[in-house]
């Protein structure tokens, strides 16, 4: 999987400067942060959602996707897919592959202040 995740990364920097009209990657790093984090967000919502219906084929669309997203927005922070394996190495160590890091061992762990993700208000209806 890291070689796949590892060419869909090369491939995505290939784009990144390519013209928006023509390839969607290079439309949504044009974009910038907030719309790629409201990509990725909408695929892992969509993850779950057909995870909890219980369609495993919607669940490997939809993984792809998030992947793909979650790469884009790896190229636009400067993250190296190594630098995530690197890291996933050292918990790994630390408390076994299936294991998520407890988040009071994490570096900064205090909470993150959450940021809205866009500057427009929605109105509501009446």
Avoid at 23 to 51: C, H, P, Q, W
Avoid at 84 to 105: H, N, Q, T, Y
Wanted: hydrophobic share 45%; aromatic share 4%; charged share 35%.
């Amino acid at each position: 999987m890291a070689d796949s995740v590892a060419r869909l990364y090369e491939a995505v920097i290939a784009v990144r400067g390519s013209d928006p009209e023509k390839s969607r990657t290079a439309r949504l790093l044009r974009a910038g942060r907030a719309k790629m984090a409201k990509k990725l967000a909408e695929e892992a919502v969509e993850v779950v959602i057909d995870a909890m219906h219980g369609q495993p084929e919607a669940v490997v669309r939809e993984s792809a996707d998030l992947l793909y997203n979650l790469v884009v927005l790896w190229v636009h922070a400067g993250v190296h897919p190594e630098e995530v394996w690197a890291e996933m190495r050292r918990r790994e160590l630390m408390f076994g592959i299936a294991e998520k890091v407890p988040k009071d061992l994490v570096r900064g762990a205090a909470r993150r202040k959450v940021v809205a993700l866009e500057t427009r208000r929605i109105r509501k209806r009446r």
